[in-house]
């Protein structure tokens, strides 16, 4: 089971329009969509990105709004992982005897707490916490050679 960083998530937005990193678009095409996570985290990061992008660019941003709220939160409905105590406290004790970025341990806590593996670019911003990262973007060669047709894609509905 994984949970997802924001990176990933917007990442896989640009699968359908084969704007998407090769590696992320066929390690995405492997992984069954029930096996994938997001922290309350993600959604707040991405809101935020909705946010900026309609203040500047109202097109963007309406466009980027419908994918949100038509996309990804029902994808997500049931797989959205909150940040209740078990994470708050398992977040701070990544914080002692190192400060760190709140978001990402955050998203770490939530990841140790449910035996879950963090998927993102930001690999330096994870390993010193301990839980376990895939890079989705260094996939190897052979693992895009065993793309499978059943994975999740963000940019079109669900069925």
Do not use: Y
């Amino acid at each position: 089971m994984f949970v997802l960083d924001t990176n990933v998530v917007s990442e896989l937005r640009k699968v359908r329009a084969d704007r998407a990193d090769p590696n992320v678009a066929v390690w995405s095409a492997t992984v069954d969509a029930s096996e994938l996570f997001v922290s309350a985290i993600t959604i707040m990061e991405l809101e935020t990105g909705v946010l900026q992008i309609e203040r500047r660019d109202p097109v963007q941003g309406a466009a980027l709004k419908a994918w949100l709220d038509g996309r990804v939160l029902p994808e997500f409905t049931e797989r959205i992982l909150p940040i209740d105590t078990a994470v708050a406290q398992r977040c701070a004790r990544l914080h002692v005897p190192d400060r760190r970025s709140e978001r990402d341990a955050l998203i770490a806590a939530t990841a140790l707490v449910h035996g879950m593996t963090v998927v993102t670019r930001n690999v330096a911003g994870f390993v010193e916490t301990g839980v376990s990262v895939v890079n989705p973007w260094d996939a190897p060669k052979s693992l895009c050679e065993l793309a499978l047709p059943t994975g999740v894609r963000f940019d079109q509905q669900q069925r």
